[in-house]
């Protein structure tokens, strides 16, 4: 008999242990996060993954925010009021040159490998007497805020044409605000990624340069990242997240049309314009390369005055 209870206590004991690991498995009690990203096609695999339950799998719910650009979410993550941002390369490595207390946890969007899967453009309107990248020189040309990703590509491409980037006067105009600066000459071009970028060429507007793809092949355009401190003191949480986002990362690469409907939930764009886009490429793998290029290139064009350690930058798994 005593035989028999000791058996009958160590399955106890045994479902008990596997409870717990289930619990731990799926990231135990629910956590919410806010996660600050910008209404583009690049944060489609986020949207997704809350769809598809990849982040409700994990124990964490998740709450976005819009901004204009990633250097407008920098502030919100370093004090607090977002536990996640979305943000380009470039603001990410200006932030840490500052030694901003923020880190990469996680792969965002990468650019195609050539024009014809790029999903980026400088924009021209219709009639414009713009025709190659050095008519740019002495004019106005939109990003969605200034001195980060965008401004970086755009010069480097310049510059690859033997066009004066230093002549050229950036403003900044809300991607969803693009094609109408055009339309109403309020800019000469536009630095548009999609589904801007094929709203606009479908309105008439020609593209003269796909920049993200020039840079680099596959060229890592922004990240998710969080603060030191958030990350310090919830790295399990942290560590979810990431699983989520990498399954979501997956996912939205194999599954087109899905990703189409997504993007279309979170921005005013028409079907037609969804249907038609190039979409970006999504991987997990962060191409670090692609990140020290643009660590260079931020030194090379004055928006840093000492370059950030990429091991400091990026979170070590």
Not at 156 to 173: I, P, Q, R, S, W
Not at 177 to 204: C, H, I, W
Not at 273 to 280: A, G, I, S, T
Request: proline share 4%.
């Amino acid at each position: 008999m005593r035989n028999v209870r000791l058996v009958a206590a160590a399955l106890v004991l045994a479902t008990v242990l596997v409870g717990c690991g289930d619990d731990d498995d799926t990231g135990g009690e629910q956590v919410t996060l806010t996660v600050g990203v910008i209404p583009i096609a690049d944060v489609a695999p986020l949207y997704l993954g809350i769809d598809k339950g990849f982040f409700e799998d994990e124990g964490l719910k998740i709450e976005t925010r819009l901004a204009e650009g990633g250097a407008a979410i920098i502030p919100s993550v370093v004090n607090g009021d977002y536990q996640i941002g979305f943000s380009n390369t470039t603001s990410l490595i200006i932030a840490g040159s500052k030694d901003l207390p923020i880190q990469i946890i996680s792969q965002g969007v990468q650019a195609g490998t050539g024009p014809d899967d790029a999903w980026d453009g400088v924009l021209v309107p219709a009639g414009s007497d713009i025709k190659e990248l050095k008519d740019l020189e002495g004019r106005t040309v939109a990003v969605n805020t200034l001195n980060n990703v965008s401004q970086v590509v755009v010069n480097t491409a310049l510059k690859e044409a033997g066009a004066d980037y230093e002549k050229v006067n950036y403003v900044e105009v809300p991607f969803p605000d693009m094609n109408a600066a055009l339309e109403s000459k309020r800019v000469d071009a536009a630095f548009e990624v999609e589904p801007g970028y094929t709203g606009g060429l479908q309105a008439g507007s020609t593209s003269i340069s796909n920049a993200y793809e020039e840079m680099a092949p596959n060229y890592t355009v922004a990240t998710y990242f969080a603060s030191e401190q958030y990350i310090g003191e919830n790295r399990d949480v942290v560590d979810r997240f990431v699983r989520a986002m990498e399954k979501s990362l997956e996912y939205a690469s194999a599954h087109d049309d899905e990703v189409r409907a997504i993007v279309g939930t979170y921005t005013k764009i028409p079907k037609e314009v969804l249907d038609e886009m190039n979409l970006p490429v999504w991987k997990p793998d962060l191409n670090e390369d692609t990140i020290e290029l643009t660590i260079d290139a931020a030194d090379e064009y004055g928006f840093i005055e000492e370059k950030p350690s990429l091991d400091d930058l990026i979170l070590e798994t």
